[in-house]
């Protein structure tokens, strides 16, 4: 990619002089092939071309509001080339979201954009199978809303519910006599509350409403409504709109509030594919409700790729720094050594530029067998649904809390300048964690998860087949005694399936041992709750050291070096979390006491391998400097001129003296004089 | 505690009913003595009182600039209020750290203050027995901070350099034509940078630079510089100044940085209590190194302290949240359930109740130590210093990591509400992660902690006499058979004895095989840095574990019920951490795979027994709202309300339709149509 013109730092250029492979391998691993990543090359440098860059507005000085209408501008612009690219057929939904959330996401934008919505959850709610609108309604709202006057949001979390969606308080109430549906929010909790773009961007939304009509509440049901005028952008009558406010990050989203009162929208606003109101007011409910889980699992499995991108750039920037930072001696007699020579610092680095490759083969296996179960699906066949429902819930828990919890492991392996937002390093944060709430939070998706492992469980003890991501619970079920211990990786492995089934038996014992005590089911479920959530997160775990294991067997890289990398980092990653969480191992598997030495051994010894490639394999990760945003992370390795020039941006630079001295400061010391 | 006058929220109401103790026992326990309390809350009503504070300035929400400006005018006036204080011999330098940075700070400052290192570690310089400064410095420069015209800093970390102090590149060359210091950044990363206040604020700073003198380097020494005209605060000439910049958080704190070009300063100007340089140039080298060690240990100590403010804080806005929320049904005939029954929210929470009582118990028995070293010191005893170096190290490291992990799973707790700004969540973590990386990062730390607890156990295998806190070793070291297991907690605590001893062993030997192999012992010592982190780590739990238990067992409330809730929170303590590594105690003591079920149903047992009292133990923090600054955690639980009032303050809802609109939006929509 093009790179800002600086000369490149010794050290990094020493560090890619001795990488035995060509970084080119892992960026084609990730894009898919060598076609895809020119495209993605392509369509990555017209959006960076002429572009203003939240850089060169330094908008994260600003004030809030300022920081707002910078994003505006920035989008309308974003979008003008997304236009031009539509024009010329080269634009679909997957690229628009690349440009909008992932790797161009924080390049363009300061911590969010007020349009995501629009284009990740207000087009694809009109989508033709993931979406619930019928044709006409498709129609309509898809050709306003691509090209016209529509700006949509998605508007379902209130004030006092989330994750419960039954919970949810807002109504719309059949008329028959107008036939209008009739939106109120009858308590403070029923406001809507955190939909993107909502507080002054969208003009329509998406809205989650309990339906009533001929006098019963029907369940929730979704409503297309316009909120503003279209011609002044003045809220509509009946509409309380605004901005939740500051937040620990994404605060470019424009995150707004929503209440209605009496607010009237015409039937047809009714997203109607499935459920009917009609225009009596008779309710005719749908004949499959399993459809409803396409959407939620589609944007699960996006995330994945989000958390993905997310990752890479904290490790790039992680590895780089540590390269060209120097602190402290190893050797008296040696110059300061680069931090990356520290053991302690390889250990905190690695295990997450391997958890990156890992993502990254989950990611593309899920979405493979998302696409298939559409095809089934459109053949009336639901019946890999459960399974991936299941898988995609643990695997966004497990995924996103791996990705939090790495990002700000490398923040602080960074010291104090990792601290400093020109690491881009605190923002990448602030986006990660977020995804361990939204969409679903976390414990809540684990235990979904572990409902389906505890039923796949009793299915297996009963001898029944069960589908492959659960197959190792048979085994378990039949009491087939553990191989012996042995110290190659496939061992390990099989301690993997033992530990997810010795979890998922413990939990699903407790379960029934207190149901027999006359603990009502519900009540009971709670109660094992820690147990439940510990058992789908080693069910998670054991599906992405598999996916990842398989990969790298499949892999079709001529390149011999390349392929000892990926085994080293798949060896590195189920070496790590073993060890991180040995007391399963050693409670259920058959790893005794005197392995987990040896184990530990070989990941000291894989640490000190994978150092010679790591910048190489971080460069292969392709980052564009105006798309990783780091002053320490730079492709040149720069790092103090950065840091230094981004100071110079800070408006209170601009004066040596500020204002607040005369004002406060100086009649108050010398008063005491 | 005064609080603002709304209904109580009812659920809250009746938590505070059934709490089966006074919760201002918690409140004695954690102040020292009921006397105590209420100087305690005096003082802080009387900072309340008539103060601007920035809830009221909505500060967040404004630019990095006015953050600033609006900061010192809080800073202006609350010293205004110290200073009225000291008139009448009230204040102490304990009193002013508690309201600028423990307990007030986050109610009067947005994110910090540039005023703290003036108190927290300029004047602190100038202390009699701790500072660097001989009796005249003292006289002359103390008078001058205290009451008059100079705001000073402590300028040390540079660009390039943090922890490792010797690498420190700024140079103070002695020129005795002039009986000057010359000093001067010789390099880009020469440039100190991170001292808060230093960018705007301070007008003199304590500048840490390698002394040269008669041609030779002397190492790192102390200089006090001025920096602005004290009328003018115009930076002088060859100084160069300003902010570094946005951060993840502690926005309010002007950290900045500062370069010396050819700046001339006299020769009293050396701090020289202890190292000395003549007229003619001539350096007199101090008698005694240890009693550097004084100001580091120092500021660790009372770091605990202020990491304890930030736990309890965040702790009781989780709680006092999670009782008010209402979300999800357990069983179906019931209404929503508050989100604190639900067993895995407890165990998100309540441990971290456990863990604010164990810092306390930790920071008082060091606080102590502490002072009784500083005696010692007077007589030239030195005997205690290595073992509360060490002490100091660890726990520092052990209890910021804690700290910052509970934060951030309390948050995560709060669900989406916990991400906004308004809960006062994501400013806790900023400024507890930050406590991880400065005064010493944590994994050098925990390295220095390992150096003496390798020395320790070399001792013990010669069968020398330990200190108390190593102790441990020593049995282990004769290789006394683990006593067999049994459910008791002394025993438990005999386990982590057994597994901190077990990692200082295996990492020791792992030392001297590597030497023995004939790689250099420092090389050797990189080599084996993970696991000699890992038992710096285990001795740290040791030791907090045993004070906390020991501290339980003293207690001298004459209140029955309160004595079972702490006993309840240290045993939740003791098998939480316990189970969070228990691989490390299957390996290391005489736990068996079949105890760990046993413990894990005892853990549920304490989580139930606990939930009854949870709001009145978080009620005992005794935090007044303004101090608790939590739209979330408030004492009358009107959660929703005060989002809403805080949502309000948001200067983009001033206007229905943001300028954007008709700027950017409006003409772009419309071109396509």
Same mark, same amino acid.
């Given at each position: 990619?093009?790179?800002?013109?600086?000369?490149?730092?010794?050290?990094?250029?020493?560090?890619?002089?001795?990488?035995?492979?060509?970084?080119?391998?892992?960026?084609?691993?990730?894009?898919?092939?060598?076609?895809?990543?020119?495209?993605?090359?392509?369509?990555?440098?017209?959006?960076?071309?002429?572009?203003?860059?939240?850089?060169?507005?330094?908008?994260?000085?600003?004030?809030?509001?300022?920081?707002?209408?910078?994003?505006?501008?920035?989008?309308?612009?974003?979008?003008?080339?997304?236009?031009?690219?539509?024009?010329?057929?080269?634009?679909?939904?997957?690229?628009?979201?690349?440009?909008?959330?992932?790797?161009?996401?924080?390049?363009?934008?300061?911590?969010?954009?007020?349009?995501?919505?629009?284009?990740?959850m207000f087009?694809?709610a009109f989508?033709?199978?993931l979406g619930q609108a019928n044709s006409e309604q498709q129609?309509y709202w898809?050709?306003?809303?691509?090209?016209?006057?529509?700006?949509g949001t998605y508007a379902q979390t209130e004030l006092g519910h989330g994750t419960f969606l039954r919970g949810l308080e807002t109504t719309a109430t059949y008329d028959p006599e107008t036939k209008e549906f009739v939106l109120n929010s009858p308590t403070l909790t029923s406001y809507k509350w955190w939909p993107?773009?909502l507080?002054?961007?969208?003009?329509h939304a998406i809205v989650v409403a309990q339906l009533y009509t001929q006098g019963e509440c029907r369940g929730i049901h979704l409503f297309v409504v316009q909120l503003?005028?279209?011609?002044?952008?003045?809220?509509l009558k009946g509409i309380v709109i605004?901005?939740?406010?500051?937040?620990?990050?994404?605060?470019?989203?424009?995150?707004?509030f929503l209440g209605f009162r009496d607010f009237r929208i015409p039937r047809e606003n009714m997203l109607m594919k499935n459920s009917k109101v009609l225009e009596d007011g008779t309710y005719v409910k749908s004949a499959n409700d399993k459809l409803k889980y396409g959407t939620m699992?589609?944007?699960?499995?996006?995330?994945?790729?989000?958390?993905?991108?997310?990752?890479?750039?904290?490790?790039?920037?992680?590895?780089?720094?540590?390269?060209?930072?120097?602190?402290?001696?190893?050797?008296?007699?040696?110059?300061?050594?680069?931090?990356?020579?520290?053991?302690?610092?390889?250990?905190?680095?690695?295990?997450?530029?391997?958890?990156?490759?890992?993502?990254?083969?989950?990611?593309?296996?899920?979405?493979?067998?998302?696409?298939?179960?559409?095809?089934?699906?459109?053949?009336a066949?639901h019946?890999?649904i459960p399974?991936?429902h299941?898988?995609?819930?643990?695997?966004?828990?497990?995924?996103?809390?791996?990705?939090?919890?790495?990002?700000?492991?490398?923040?602080? #392996?960074?010291?104090?300048?990792?601290?400093?937002?020109? &690491?881009? =390093?605190?923002? %990448? @944060?602030?986006?990660?964690? *977020?995804?361990?709430?939204?969409?679903g939070?976390?414990?809540v998706?684990?235990?979904q998860?572990?409902a389906?492992?505890?039923?796949?469980?009793?299915?297996?003890?009963?001898?029944?087949?069960?589908?492959?991501?659960?197959?190792?619970?048979?085994?378990?079920?039949?009491?087939?005694?553990?191989?012996?211990?042995?110290?190659?990786?496939?061992?390990?492995?099989?301690?993997?399936?033992?530990?997810?089934?010795?979890?998922?038996?413990?939990?699903?014992?407790?379960?029934?041992?207190?149901?027999?005590?006359?603990?009502p089911m519900e009540e009971?479920w709670?109660?094992?709750?820690?147990?439940?959530?510990?058992?789908?997160?080693?069910?998670?775990?054991?599906?992405?050291?598999?996916?990842?294991?398989?990969?790298?067997?499949?892999?079709? #890289?001529?390149?011999?070096?390349?392929?000892?990398?990926? &085994?080293? =980092?798949?060896? %590195? @990653?189920?070496?790590?979390? *073993?060890?991180?969480?040995?007391?399963?191992?050693?409670?259920?598997?058959?790893?005794?006491?005197?392995?987990?030495?040896?184990?530990?051994?070989?990941?000291?010894?894989?640490?000190?391998?994978?150092?010679?490639?790591?910048?190489?394999?971080?460069?292969?990760?392709?980052?564009?400097?105006?798309?990783?945003?780091?002053?320490?992370?730079?492709?040149?390795?720069?790092?103090?001129?950065?840091?230094?020039?981004?100071?110079?941006?800070?408006?209170?630079?601009?004066?040596?003296?500020?204002?607040?001295?005369?004002?406060?400061?100086?009649?108050?010391?010398?008063?005491?004089?």
């Amino acid at each position: 990619m093009k790179q800002q013109k600086m000369v490149v730092n010794k050290d990094l250029q020493y560090e890619r002089s001795r990488c035995t492979f060509d970084p080119v391998e892992v960026t084609y691993f990730f894009d898919g092939s060598a076609e895809k990543t020119r495209k993605r090359r392509d369509q990555e440098q017209y959006f960076l071309d002429d572009l203003v860059l939240k850089e060169n507005l330094a908008i994260k000085y600003k004030s809030h509001k300022e920081l707002y209408e910078d994003n505006v501008q920035i989008t309308r612009n974003v979008i003008h080339k997304i236009r031009e690219l539509q024009r010329s057929g080269k634009a679909d939904i997957d690229l628009i979201t690349n440009i909008l959330v992932e790797r161009l996401g924080t390049a363009l934008f300061e911590d969010g954009t007020p349009m995501l919505l629009h284009y990740a959850m207000f087009l694809p709610a009109f989508a033709p199978i993931l979406g619930q609108a019928n044709s006409e309604q498709q129609a309509y709202w898809l050709n306003r809303a691509w090209a016209g006057d529509v700006i949509g949001t998605y508007a379902q979390t209130e004030l006092g519910h989330g994750t419960f969606l039954r919970g949810l308080e807002t109504t719309a109430t059949y008329d028959p006599e107008t036939k209008e549906f009739v939106l109120n929010s009858p308590t403070l909790t029923s406001y809507k509350w955190w939909p993107g773009g909502l507080g002054h961007t969208a003009n329509h939304a998406i809205v989650v409403a309990q339906l009533y009509t001929q006098g019963e509440c029907r369940g929730i049901h979704l409503f297309v409504v316009q909120l503003r005028d279209v011609e002044t952008h003045e809220p509509l009558k009946g509409i309380v709109i605004g901005e939740i406010g500051t937040k620990l990050g994404m605060n470019g989203v424009n995150n707004g509030f929503l209440g209605f009162r009496d607010f009237r929208i015409p039937r047809e606003n009714m997203l109607m594919k499935n459920s009917k109101v009609l225009e009596d007011g008779t309710y005719v409910k749908s004949a499959n409700d399993k459809l409803k889980y396409g959407t939620m699992v589609f944007i699960r499995v996006r995330l994945l790729r989000l958390l993905l991108n997310y990752l890479t750039k904290a490790v790039t920037i992680a590895v780089r720094y540590s390269v060209v930072r120097r602190q402290g001696q190893i050797n008296p007699d040696q110059p300061e050594v680069q931090i990356l020579d520290y053991v302690t610092q390889q250990y905190k680095i690695f295990p997450y530029i391997a958890t990156c490759f890992a993502i990254k083969a989950t990611a593309s296996w899920v979405w493979n067998m998302f696409y298939t179960v559409q095809k089934q699906l459109r053949q009336a066949n639901h019946e890999k649904i459960p399974e991936l429902h299941s898988l995609s819930c643990c695997l966004k828990a497990v995924v996103s809390a791996d990705t939090a919890a790495g990002i700000e492991q490398l923040r602080l #392996s960074c010291g104090g300048h990792g601290y400093m937002t020109a &690491s881009n =390093l605190p923002t %990448l @944060y602030g986006l990660a964690t *977020a995804v361990c709430t939204y969409e679903g939070e976390n414990t809540v998706l684990l235990l979904q998860t572990a409902a389906y492992l505890v039923k796949s469980w009793k299915q297996a003890t009963n001898g029944e087949p069960l589908p492959e991501s659960v197959e190792y619970l048979n085994e378990a079920a039949k009491g087939v005694k553990h191989r012996p211990w042995s110290n190659d990786l496939e061992r390990l492995i099989d301690a993997y399936d033992a530990v997810a089934a010795g979890f998922v038996r413990s939990a699903a014992e407790h379960l029934d041992r207190r149901i027999r005590d006359g603990v009502p089911m519900e009540e009971a479920w709670n109660q094992t709750g820690i147990e439940l959530a510990q058992c789908a997160e080693a069910h998670a775990r054991v599906f992405i050291v598999k996916t990842f294991a398989k990969a790298v067997k499949q892999l079709n #890289s001529k390149s011999e070096e390349f392929r000892q990398v990926m &085994s080293q =980092l798949c060896e %590195l @990653y189920i070496i790590y979390w *073993a060890l991180k969480n040995v007391g399963n191992f050693l409670r259920f598997s058959s790893m005794q006491k005197e392995h987990v030495e040896t184990l530990h051994s070989r990941l000291e010894y894989l640490l000190m391998t994978i150092r010679r490639n790591a910048v190489g394999i971080v460069d292969g990760f392709d980052f564009d400097d105006h798309i990783l945003c780091s002053a320490l992370g730079a492709y040149d390795g720069n790092v103090y001129e950065r840091l230094f020039q981004d100071a110079m941006k800070n408006p209170l630079n601009r004066e040596t003296v500020n204002i607040s001295f005369e004002k406060y400061l100086k009649p108050f010391l010398k008063s005491n004089l």
